[in-house]
């Protein structure tokens, strides 16, 4: 089986440094670079099916962003928010393109991931040249994110990992249907022990704070300069939707189509907020976008 190289980068923050790990999949010399970056609570290893699947053709880097896994935490929670994790990702592609001539790389990310790489790509010069956005726009849904907010700071522990699971698997319905084996390892993936033997949640509970801080006022700012950095993107644009989900509306998925990149937008039946790419037909999805 195709294993996975873990390494770290180290980043930095007007509160100082910090270590951000990825995995890292595929030929270390391939210059075909994927980066696939997973959603608010959730880590690298989200994306192994994916990275193994594409690792003959890319060599694929999936972060834990800063706060989640096995990378480090912020000493100012109040730095948990989208340009901090794109200035992270401006240091780890700079480190895995570093010995390539015309550094460029692919983008897939999911929720929070897609945030990222929304407002990566739509920098000047930036070096993204395709762009998965998994089931996220620059319209978010404020209910939708009021359920992420208090699900993100929720101090949850469990006595097994067997009701730590069916906890993850709870809030987690919405990513549809899964076998009992992919459920396991979508739960697996996010728990560890703490120092009292209780299961947790393998996240800086400190992410909630953002979310906390947020405002009508200061949300609505945010929708205007997502879409601002949305209708800068010039580079090719997958949008995938999944089709009840209530983060990203179809409303939005369909402007999507309309404006900035004129993405390309895909739905998916019976799945909500977010598709996992762990199913071959998923995968098959990002691997035609991605290599035609």
């Known amino acids: 089986m195709i294993e996975a190289r873990h390494k770290a980068v180290q980043c930095i923050s007007p509160a100082g440094l910090h270590r951000m790990a990825y995995k890292e999949w595929g030929d270390p010399a391939n210059e075909r670079v994927l980066i696939c970056v997973h959603g608010v609570t959730r880590v690298s290893d989200d994306f192994d099916a994916l990275a193994r699947a594409l690792s003959d053709q890319y060599r694929v880097v999936c972060p834990d962003v800063v706060g989640r896994g096995r990378s480090g935490r912020l000493a100012d929670p109040r730095l948990y928010t989208i340009p901090q994790y794109v200035d992270d990702m401006v240091t780890l592609v700079a480190r895995v393109t570093a010995a390539s001539a015309a550094p460029t790389v692919d983008w897939f990310g999911t929720s929070m991931g897609g945030l990222i790489g929304m407002a990566y790509a739509a920098l000047a010069g930036s070096p993204i040249a395709r762009l998965v956005l998994n089931d996220i726009g620059p319209t978010l849904d404020p209910a939708a994110l009021s359920r992420i907010g208090d699900y993100i700071g929720q101090d949850v522990r469990f006595d097994s990992f067997d009701e730590a699971a069916a906890f993850v698997r709870q809030v987690s319905l919405s990513f549809g249907p899964h076998s ?108 035609t976008f991605l290599l035609g």
């Open 180 to 287: 009992e084996a992919q459920w396991h390892k979508l739960a697996s993936d996010v728990l560890r022990q703490d120092q009292d033997g209780k299961w947790i949640r393998h996240y800086d509970l400190g992410m909630a704070v953002p979310f906390r801080a947020a405002t009508a006022e200061s949300a609505k700012a945010d929708e205007a300069a997502l879409w601002a950095s949305y209708d800068k993107i010039a580079c090719p644009t997958l949008v995938v939707r999944g089709a009840e989900s209530d983060l990203l509306s179809r409303e939005t998925a369909a402007a999507m189509t309309g404006r900035g990149p004129k993405a390309t937008l895909v739905e998916l039946p019976g799945v909500g907020h977010a598709p996992t790419f762990l199913s071959d037909e998923q995968i098959a999805i990002a691997r």
